[in-house]
């Protein structure tokens, strides 16, 4: 029953490769996020999405990309993985109101990604 | 954006009061406080959030003075278990298309007994 949930945990490859990290929420929220967190564990985000249009950082490399299957998946490809790339990623959800405050936001348990 | 300071990190004992506090002179006025934890091999998790003088909950309370460039996170009597990295962040609503937020470095809390 964890509301937000990632696969896998832990994702060792090489150089070169092509991989993908799933994150599903059961909260029923319509937007979702991706952060990374680098060494010096500053959280920065990556991608915010919900069902009516993608946020793209712009610092983000075209090498990763969000795709949703449906409103309560976003899963994160990443092509070409580069030493740089090893950190860990969170994906996030959380419910765009109209109340005018800050939505509050669901964190995963991250996916420690190496790269070697 | 609004950039955020926080220190680096901080030391206390278990039962003291702790508080911490957030630099951000470029706040916006739709522009809310938020305070995430972050525990080590997991998540953010969110605190608290304010907008401007006090808010208060079962975990924390959030002082923001008159000019709201400056918040502060008390955290009453800690335990070990309050030990984590806590992230202040600075943003309007995310129902604003094209906002996105940024944590700071965050302030890595170390409580000792």
């Known amino acids: 029953d964890t509301a937000v949930s990632q696969t896998p945990k832990y994702l060792v490859t090489q150089m070169g490769n092509d991989k993908s990290i799933k994150c599903e929420q059961n909260?029923?929220?319509?937007?979702m996020y991706w952060y990374k967190q680098d060494s010096k564990k500053f959280l920065k985000i990556m991608f915010s999405?919900?069902?009516?249009?993608?946020?793209i950082n712009e610092t983000v490399p075209n090498r990763f990309s969000p795709k949703s299957p449906d409103k309560a998946h976003l899963n994160l490809h990443i092509n070409s993985l580069e030493l740089g790339d090893s950190a860990v990623y969170f994906c996030?959800?959380?419910?765009?109101?109209?109340?005018?405050?800050?939505?509050?936001?669901?964190f995963g348990p991250g996916t420690r990604l190496l790269v070697l | 954006l609004a950039k955020t300071t926080q220190p680096i990190s901080m030391d206390s004992y278990e039962g003291q009061e702790v508080n911490i506090t957030c630099s951000h002179n470029n706040i916006a006025t739709n522009d809310y406080i938020t305070w995430y934890q972050q525990f080590p091999s997991q998540g953010p998790r969110f605190i608290i959030q304010g907008y401007k003088t006090k808010v208060t909950n079962e975990v924390a309370s959030l002082f923001i003075p008159a000019d709201r460039k400056s918040s502060t996170l008390s955290l009453p009597r800690v335990s070990l278990s309050d030990t984590a990295v806590y992230y202040c962040l600075v943003g309007p609503p995310l129902n604003n298309a094209g906002n996105m937020l940024t944590f700071g470095g965050g302030t890595r809390l170390m409580v000792k007994p």
């Open positions: 996030a959800s959380s419910q765009v109101g109209t109340s005018g405050r800050l939505e509050t936001q669901y």
């Open positions: 909260l029923g929220h319509d937007t």
């Open positions: 999405y919900n069902n009516k249009e993608l946020i």
